[in-house]
């Protein structure tokens, strides 16, 4: 059973920029998809940013700004954020799927708070 664990959550001014990782307890090389996704107060979670083998699809709020990426050696995905807004403030889960036909495992999620 694959676990994920979230880190680079925090604090950013808004136009700022923080990074977020999610490293995997197994080896992930093979994995069929990743995905970031993000819960703010009263709202339903929503996918962000999502990397099924060549293809990358990111929200149209996130577009230009947001870049996922994953490093197979470390078995780690990345979240680049870069010029932050308030309404970017939510917690950020990473999820993975083994394969077309799973479902996903996710991650315990990281506060990201931007001010402005």
């Known amino acids: 059973q694959v676990q994920l664990m979230e880190s680079g959550g925090g604090l950013a001014q808004a136009g700022g920029s923080l990074r977020l990782s999610c490293a995997a307890s197994?080896?992930?090389?093979?994995?069929?998809?990743w995905g970031w996704y993000r819960q703010a107060p009263g709202k339903e979670r929503e996918l962000v940013a999502r990397v099924t083998g060549g293809r990358y699809n990111y929200a149209d709020s996130v577009k230009g700004r947001f870049t996922i990426s994953r490093d197979n050696a470390k078995n780690t995905v990345y979240l680049q954020m870069d010029g932050l807004k308030p309404d970017d403030t939510a917690v950020y889960y990473c999820?993975?799927?083994?394969?077309?036909?799973?479902?996903?495992?996710w991650g315990q999620g990281t506060q990201v708070t931007v001010y402005s």
């Open positions: 197994v080896t992930t090389a093979n994995f069929y998809a």
């Open positions: 999820a993975t799927q083994r394969d077309p036909f799973g479902t996903n495992t």
